[in-house]
């Protein structure tokens, strides 16, 4: 499962975590009331269809400044529409211990992480845009996704090897 930077622009609260409450069932950790921050920023060094970086939202164990990196993995990606742009955003969990077995859309239920909960959150971070879920890909697909637009990145910079 490849790795991703993700620059951050802005971190609230969520609901999202595991049924029993956010850290159950990760050994001994501390019990935390509500559900994991969600952060929401860019993929570096990606460019997409429109010529941004690809967007992503990212569960994490602590909030972000703006600015702040964060290294995670993609679990799928959620497909968008605002009524007039259609839009993909890349959801990730950060690549740390309470995030392990939260690998592909497959794991989202037993996260209370299903694509409302990630819209929901979406709606607070991006207030005044109303995004309606219109399909969730897997993490094969949010794979591809930014394969595709780092690609694309590094042959408009002349990087590519």
Partial sequence: ?????VEVDSTIGSSIGRHGGPESGTGGARSRAGGWPVGEGRVEDTLDT????????????????PGDEVRAWPVAVLHLSDGRHDLDEVVCVAEE???????DTRDLGRWHAEPAAWAAALGRLS?????????????????????DARHTYLQLTGCME
Wanted: proline letters at 8%.
């Fill in 1 to 5: 499962m490849p790795r991703i930077t």
């Fill in 97 to 103: 211990e309470p995030f392990v077995d939260l690998v």
């Fill in 50 to 65: 429109e010529g941004r970086s690809v967007r992503t939202m990212v569960l994490m164990r602590e909030p972000a400044r």
């Fill in 127 to 147: 207030p005044g845009t109303a995004y309606r879920v219109t399909g969730c890909g897997s993490r094969r697909e949010a794979d591809r996704l930014v394969a």
